[in-house]
């Protein structure tokens, strides 16, 4: 069984050992032929507290940690730019 990973954007740190990250899909309309992106958001693990809004991550899927977090994060890509 493959083992499903996403690569989103932190758009969430507020809580504690938990992210909110936001993976961009970008599809074609099937009637109108336009570019549409669709956001989905994903509540990820995180359990040193290491991610920062704007981060780039790559999130696994894992068991059911709470009602509604079943992702874990893996990795951080890229961290986002201080001003």
Known sequence: MAVKERVGVVVSDKMEKTVVVAIESRTTHPRYGKIVVRTKRYKAHDEENQCNVGDQVRI??????????????VDILTRAVKA
């Open 60 to 73: 696994q899927e894992t068991r059911p940690m709470s009602k509604t977090k079943r992702w874990a994060v």
